[in-house]
């Protein structure tokens, strides 16, 4: 059952054992820098999920400003048409005003003639002819 085992097998599991060792050694390094490699793509990734994160804010934040600058041009629209609208009852109230000019000048002209007749009308009343 027990077989004698000989020097030159014994040297030769002694030399696999030594590439084994060697093999492990290298595996064990290898698997090192595998954890370096993944643990840099763990804050890669990590990175990544919070520059998308701030993306999706950002595009919020662009969304709400959009929806803000759309309200102020239609009141910026609004205001076009409110002032339009001042400024034609601003020509006819101009043009109003003008004639009421006109026509308080033409009343002033007879105030001016009627004083000028009611004066002469008083000359020749009290005699000063």
């Known amino acids: 059952m027990c077989q004698a085992v000989g020097v030159s097998e014994l040297d030769d599991v ?5 590439e084994l060792r060697v093999e492990v050694a290298d595996i064990r390094v290898f ?3 595998a954890d370096r490699d993944a643990a840099g793509v763990r804050g890669i990734v990590r990175a990544q999920n919070a520059l998308h994160e701030t993306q999706v804010g950002q595009a919020q934040t662009l969304r709400g400003m959009a929806d803000a600058l759309a309200a102020l041009v239609l009141g910026q629209q609004r205001h076009e048409r409110t002032l339009q609208a001042q400024g034609a009852t601003l020509v006819v109230h101009g043009e109003i005003l003008s004639r009421l000019v006109d026509g308080q000048a033409a ?3 007879k105030v001016t003639r009627h004083d000028e007749v009611l004066a002469e009308i008083l000359r020749r009343v009290s005699g000063n002819d």
């Open 107 to 109: 009343l002033s002209e």
């Open 31 to 33: 698997a090192s820098m």
């Open 14 to 18: 002694r030399a696999e054992l030594a």
